[in-house]
């Protein structure tokens, strides 16, 4: 299993709509769920750092499931309702980027 860990940047004001889409994913988003496992992702966390800055931790089989998972048609058209939330980069994509892990510890 690999770690990942991303940061998003959202729109001002957009926090609790970001978090009634999420909610709603187990009872009306079956497809990006089958997706999400089809692409490897095995678990997704995320963590508000302040009203505009998101780090989403997942558990990964390989280092391409994201990738897998953003070329998937569930995955676009959940793109499409979550896209007036969030910040976007030059090529209209989410400004999202991965961290580099510098720190983990395991009690033994």
Request: charged share 30%.
């Given at each position: ?33 089958s997706a999400?496992?089809?692409s ?69």
């Amino acid at each position: 299993m690999i770690y990942q860990a991303l940061a998003l940047k959202l729109k001002t004001g957009g926090i609790k709509e970001y978090i009634r889409h999420h909610d709603q994913i187990p009872s009306k988003w079956p497809k990006l769920q089958s997706a999400l496992k089809e692409s490897g992702i095995l678990s997704i966390r995320t963590f508000e750092a302040n009203s505009t800055l998101l780090f989403l931790f997942a558990e990964v089989t390989d280092n391409n499931a994201f990738e897998r998972l953003w070329n998937t048609e569930a995955h676009k058209e959940w793109a499409e309702v979550m896209e007036p939330l969030m910040e976007l980069n030059e090529e209209k994509k989410p400004d999202a980027k991965f961290l580099t892990q510098i720190f983990e510890f395991k009690a033994k």
